[in-house]
């Protein structure tokens, strides 16, 4: 049974920066795409980023430039690194992991807010 847990989430201001980590639990991990998506009030969940066990990225078109993901095999964690963030980044951001199904950790909220 796979699990996944978020941390990393918070307020900061237009212009700063956060780091999301997820560590997932699991036989599977190693060889699953794992990513992130985010979920706004009143909006529905979009991608933020992808990860494929070999390395490949995918964004959603509102972050490309700006966030980057990545990961540790060692560590079963995957991260996002976001830059430049904007007040309509905030979001509650849910890590999720593909294989045969899509499974999604409890999220975390960032706000992006002076």
């Known amino acids: 049974q796979v699990q996944l847990v978020e941390s990393g989430g918070g307020l900061v201001p237009p212009g700063g920066s956060l780091t999301l980590s997820c560590a997932a639990s699991g036989d599977i991990v190693s060889i699953a795409t794992m990513g992130w998506h985010r979920q706004a009030p009143g909006k529905q969940r979009e991608l933020v980023a992808l990860?494929?066990?070999?390395?490949?990225?995918r964004y959603g078109d509102p972050v490309k430039g700006r966030f980057t993901i990545s990961r540790d095999k060692a560590k079963s964690t995957v991260y996002l690194q976001m830059n430049n963030l904007k007040p309509e980044d905030t979001a509650v951001y849910y890590c999720?992991?593909?294989?045969?199904?899509?499974?999604w950790g409890q999220g975390t909220q960032v706000t992006v807010s002076s």
């Open positions: 990860i494929s066990s070999g390395g490949n990225t």
């Open positions: 999720n992991l593909d294989h045969q199904v899509r499974t």
